[in-house]
Structure formats: structure tokens, C-alpha cells
């Protein structure tokens, strides 16, 4: 008894109930530094899908069509908050904290290249990389339609019974050929490197 | 040389759209074509005059002597068999119809080893079938079962069914869904949307029960047929039903697996159930190049697609009888011309061993294992390469190949054509 009267004696103070209840904190605001989840800066996305291929959180980021044209769409329960996605999109559509204001002022991005390799001892020629390859098919509607290489611009067409690599550098890294690959004979690597301005041209 | 627009001589696809190089007379580039074509087009493995066994050893004859020893070997034998015809053009296959009938001869074709089944059903039940055009514009559903497109019609998919942009499929891919039934995984089944693993032998069951589905019966299936589950045949019973078009295609995986042809009429009879709800078809993969074009030829001519016996006068007609692997197992032809085909590499053990006891003679422009059986090569040229001709693709459409340089070889139909005249002077009209 003796015990509880000297604990009630030297916690219910009136000078510690008055701090408790009247206490006074500066208000909450975020640091100038802060990284809070992307949002749209109003830009145009292309739908080169470069944030998705850069987002190492799986189910953060997607990009759909809306009635106003392509707009990437943030998952908050999945993204991270890394900004590699803001730093990866070639038209600046995303933005957060000051990921674009550093990358502008440095002339840093982060830039994709693909490399498409084939393994001719898998490939059987049939064909189905390059039919399905939807660069192929704006460039050549014959190649779409069956198979018949008839554009010398063609990214993929099928050459002495193998898949051929023509212009690599018109892939866009979407992949389709490696997903439709029945022998699992052609992959495609995404390469993702840091640049300053100048280098990317290079 | 430069040559648009080659057909190919390799598979039932009959691709048209190849690009050819030529140089003197060699094929030095093949674009487009898959890697069958390129070899095709490409292999030196070509035997460089007609050879005689001697023995253990080969001497080279010449042409005229080795279709003087042909006729009179054919002419000689009571029951001789003319097998093969599939690699050969329509025009050569005619004279081999017509030789057979002189002979008294058994003619069959490499369909007895491959969609002779399919051959069965269909005359017992029809063929609600297509071109592969109408696939390609129409098809939002493709099934391949027992087939295995990717090894043997590598071009299938990209040219004909799930890659190809449509007319009214704008989406290729995209609006397709292509489901493989078989026994095991495999290349097609690795890009399959649907995946039905049956166990072997099941074939039959599966569409049965799916049939039963279609008609709405459902409920009578038990939890797993042959290895796939009720659940997975329902889905693919609907996505069949909810389909625009759909095709059914197939291979040896069901022709020549257990129940047979009967499995190709229940597969057909699903097809019929299937147009009760919508456009559904079914077409078999046909394997060797112009086989389909045999079954034409020699229908036209005797009424019969293959193993089509004379020996009576008249053309008979009895698969199991008149085939070519029971007349062999019976050891009962006494000599075998095999022309444009390979059956050392196909047929059982005990009608290879037959093949070899009797004089056979091979005429095809390639060393192949047959080579090893036969008493007899007559090195031809390749219809298609270097020879002319035509071919009908596996839904039935007559294509004329073309000759890409003039060769050294004389074609099928010349070789045949001496013989067939030899054998007429013999036996009269």
C-alpha cells in the first residue's frame, strides 16, 4: 500500500499532466529530399514500358490504355519507392521527389539497350520470333501475315533455317520472341546503364 | 540466281514463299524456309549414279541397265509390292498406278505407316475440314493433338495458325488460344495457352469425354479421365464452344496410338458436336511432303487412297491385308519397289529383314537406310529442287513446284515412264 501511494504521488503531478495533454510538436513535413511513391508529371507516355523493365519490385507498375492514351499506373502495397522508374522513363511522365530535377541538372538517365541472342543449336527456324515480333509488324505486313521476309528493315526474319538477328537496335525489349520461343532458343537481355548526357548517343 | 517464291520440298506444309539462291547447281542460301528446308535444299548426301549390290560390295550401272533390271525383277516377281510415292510429284505417281495395275502389282503409300487411320475414319465418318487459308484468317481456336508442329511442320504455327496475322483475326496471337493434347510435354506445349497431359493410350476417353461435355453431360465425368482432370476438360470443352473458328489438328500421336482410327472418328464426331454450337474443323498434319498428293493420285485412278491391291484384276482395297507392312510381315511380295521414301528407317524389324531377302529397289535421289536393304539404287532428281512437278499441301491444295536449275539427274517420272514402257512391250496393252 505504502509502495502504490509513493508511485501515485510521483506520477500524477499536475506539471506532468499538463505537458502531457498541452504538449506542442512542429508540424510534420516533408524534407525537400523526400521520395514519396511516383506520380504522373502530365507528360506523354509512349509506351516504350522502360519503367516496368526497370522496376525491380514485381506488381508495382504497370502501364495501360486509358481513354486519354497510355498512362503507367502505380501499385502502392507492391512499389518500393526506388524511383528507378522515374529515372528509366525516356519522357519524363513519372516523377518523384527530386529524382528528375538531379537528373536534369547532372544529365544522368538511365538508359536500356537489348541484346537478342540466338542459339542455333536450339532454333528450328520456325519462325514464330519473327512473326510475332511486333516491331516486325509495322515494319512488314507480309512477315506478320506468314513468315515472307519482304523489307530489308526487318529486327528478326529467318535466314538458312535459323533466326536471324537483322537490326537489334530497333528492339524494344518487349520480349515476345522469347515468351513464343517453343525451344527456349532465343533470350533477350535488358541491359540497364547510367548515363550522363552524350554517352547515350554514343 | 536468285528465285523467288520456291516451294519446299521437305514437309505437308508446302511453304511457297522461299527465297533460293543458286549458283551453278548448288543451293547455297535458303531464306525464310525453317531448318528442314535449309537441309533440305542444302544436303550433298546425293548418290551420283545408280549402284547394284554385288555381294557384299556396290558396282555403278548404268541407267539404262539399272531400269532394264528393274522391269524385268518386277515382271518376274508373282506379287510384287510399289511402295513409297510420298517424296515424288503427282505425275510420277500417276505412272506408278498405272504400272501397278499392269503388273498386278500391290501399290500403297507411306500412309499405311503414318494417316492411313485417318484415311479410315474419314471414309467411315466424312471430314469436316478446311484449307489452311481459312485457318489462318478465321481461327481463334487451335488444337493439336498428338502432334508435335514445332519438329515436324516447324512453319506451321507462324504460317498458318497461331502467329499469323488473319483477315479477321487482326490480333494473331493476341486472340488466339492454341491447345495441345499429348502424351507429353513438348515444344508446342511449352507456347500452349491449354495443356492436356493424357496418359498413353487415352486419347479415345478424352474425346469421349468431351463429347459428353459438348452435349452437356458434364456431370457423368468422373474426376479424371486418362489423366486430366474433369475441371481442365471442361474449360476446354468451353473454350472450344465459345470459339468463332476453331481447328482441330492432328498427328501420328493419335493416328497411330491406341483405338487408332477409331480415335480419329471420335475426334471427327467431336468436330460435328462442336458445329452444334459453332465453326469448329479438323484436319490431319500430313507428315512426308506430297503423301496427301498420293492418296489423291492414286484415288483418282483405282478408287482407293493407299494399299491398293491388282493382283485380282481390279483394284482391291483391304488395310490389314493389303497394306504394305502385312504383306511384308507375311514375307508374301517376292519384289519391292520403293520410290521416293525411306521405309528401312520406318518399318518394323521383321519387314526391313524381309526387304532385304528380296530384291528391292530404291529410287530416290539420296543414300538412306533402305539403301542398306535394297539389291537396286536409281539416283533421281528432287521434285522441287531440280525437278518439277505437282505436290498437294496437307489440306488438300495442288501446288506445282518448280525445277531451280537444270539437273544432271533424269526425274521419277522419266525413270518410271521407261520401266512402265518396258513392262508394257512385255505384257501388252
Redesign the interface.
Known amino acids: 500500500m505504502k509502495s502504490v501511494l509513493y508511485y501515485i504521488k510521483e506520477f500524477a503531478r499536475r506539471e506532468w499532466f499538463s505537458k502531457f495533454f498541452t504538449a506542442r510538436t512542429a508540424p510534420l513535413e516533408s524534407p525537400p529530399y523526400f521520395r514519396d511513391f511516383p506520380v504522373l508529371s502530365g507528360k506523354t507516355c509512349t509506351h516504350s514500358l522502360f519503367c516496368m523493365m526497370a522496376c525491380p519490385a514485381p506488381g508495382a507498375i504497370d502501364v495501360l490504355r486509358t481513354p486519354q492514351g497510355w498512362q503507367p499506373r502505380i501499385h502502392k502495397g507492391h512499389c518500393i519507392r526506388c524511383g528507378l522508374c522515374v529515372e528509366a522513363c525516356p519522357n519524363g511522365v513519372l516523377t518523384s521527389g527530386r529524382i528528375l530535377d538531379s537528373t536534369g541538372r547532372d544529365g544522368t538517365a538511365l538508359s536500356f539497350s537489348f541484346k537478342i541472342r540466338v542459339d542455333p543449336e536450339l532454333c528450328m527456324g520456325c519462325g514464330n520470333c519473327a512473326v510475332a515480333c511486333p516491331v516486325n509488324k509495322v515494319i512488314d505486313t507480309q512477315m506478320s501475315h506468314g513468315g515472307r521476309a519482304s523489307n530489308e528493315g526487318l529486327l528478326l526474319r529467318v535466314n538458312e533455317g535459323k533466326c536471324l538477328v537483322v537490326h537489334e537496335e530497333k528492339c524494344t525489349g518487349c520480349k515476345t520472341c522469347e515468351h513464343h520461343c517453343p525451344n527456349e532458343a532465343i533470350t533477350v537481355a535488358r541491359l540497364l546503364e547510367a548515363v550522363q548526357a552524350g554517352e547515350e548517343m554514343q | 540466281m536468285r528465285i523467288e517464291d520456291v516451294i519446299c520440298p521437305f514437309c505437308g506444309c508446302l511453304c511457297d514463299?522461299l527465297v533460293v539462291e543458286v549458283q551453278g547447281t548448288t543451293v547455297v542460301?535458303?531464306?525464310?524456309?525453317?531448318?528442314?528446308?535449309?537441309?533440305k535444299f542444302t544436303g550433298d548426301n546425293r548418290l551420283q549414279a545408280p549402284i547394284k549390290r554385288d555381294g557384299r560390295t556396290w558396282h555403278p550401272v548404268s541407267y539404262d541397265e539399272a531400269i532394264e533390271t528393274t522391269a524385268q525383277i518386277l515382271l518376274e516377281a508373282d506379287r510384287p509390292l510399289l511402295y513409297g510415292w510420298s517424296g515424288t510429284n503427282g505425275e510420277a505417281q500417276s505412272i506408278g498406278v498405272h504400272l501397278a495395275e499392269l503388273l498386278g502389282a500391290v501399290i500403297d503409300n507411306t500412309s499405311t505407316v503414318c494417316h492411313g487411320p485417318s484415311i479410315m475414319a474419314i471414309q467411315e465418318v466424312g471430314h469436316p475440314g478446311c484449307t489452311l487459308g481459312q485457318v489462318?484468317n478465321r481461327a481463334d481456336v487451335i488444337v493439336y493433338w498428338g502432334a508435335n508442329p514445332?519438329?515436324a511442320h516447324?512453319?506451321h504455327?507462324?504460317?498458318?495458325t497461331?502467329?499469323?496475322?488473319?483477315f479477321f483475326v487482326k490480333g494473331?496471337?493476341l486472340e488466339r488460344k492454341v491447345i495441345v493434347a499429348d502424351v507429353r510435354e513438348t515444344?508446342?506445349s511449352?507456347?500452349a495457352d491449354e495443356f492436356m497431359h493424357i496418359e498413353p493410350g487415352g486419347d479415345y476417353a478424352v474425346l469421349s469425354a468431351l463429347r459428353a461435355i459438348v452435349r452437356g453431360k458434364a456431370d457423368i465425368i468422373p474426376s479424371y479421365v486418362s489423366g486430366v482432370a474433369r475441371e481442365q476438360l471442361v474449360r476446354v470443352a468451353e473454350m472450344c464452344m465459345n470459339a468463332k473458328f476453331g481447328a482441330i489438328f492432328f498427328g501420328l500421336g493419335l493416328t497411330m496410338s491406341r483405338g487408332k482410327y477409331k480415335n480419329i472418328r471420335n475426334a471427327v464426331e467431336l468436330t460435328e458436336e462442336l458445329n452444334r454450337f459453332t465453326k469448329f474443323t479438323i484436319s490431319p498434319m500430313r507428315g512426308h511432303w506430297n503423301v496427301y498428293g498420293s492418296n489423291e493420285v492414286f484415288t483418282w485412278i483405282s478408287g482407293y487412297p493407299f494399299a491398293v491391291d491388282f493382283a485380282r484384276g481390279i483394284a482391291f482395297y483391304n488395310p490389314g491385308e493389303t497394306t504394305s507392312i502385312d504383306i511384308l510381315r507375311r514375307g508374301e511380295c517376292d519384289a519391292c519397289l520403293v520410290v521416293a521414301s525411306d521405309p528401312g528407317a520406318h518399318f518394323p524389324k521383321q519387314c526391313c529383314r524381309h526387304l532385304a531377302e528380296i530384291p528391292t529397289i530404291l529410287i530416290d535421289p539420296h543414300v538412306n537406310v533402305t539403301t542398306h536393304l535394297s539389291h537396286l539404287q536409281i539416283p533421281v532428281a528432287v521434285t522441287g529442287i531440280d525437278s518439277e512437278g505437282t505436290a498437294y499441301r496437307m489440306d488438300g491444295v495442288p501446288i506445282r513446284t518448280r525445277m531451280l536449275y537444270k539437273s544432271r539427274y533424269p526425274s521419277d517420272r522419266e525413270i518410271l515412264e521407261k520401266i512402265y514402257q518396258i513392262v508394257l512391250k512385255e505384257k501388252g496393252p
Open positions: 514463299d542460301s535458303v531464306e525464310n524456309g525453317c531448318t528442314l528446308a535449309h537441309e489462318k514445332i519438329e516447324p512453319r504455327m507462324s504460317r498458318y497461331t502467329y499469323a496475322d488473319g494473331a496471337f515444344e508446342t511449352n507456347i
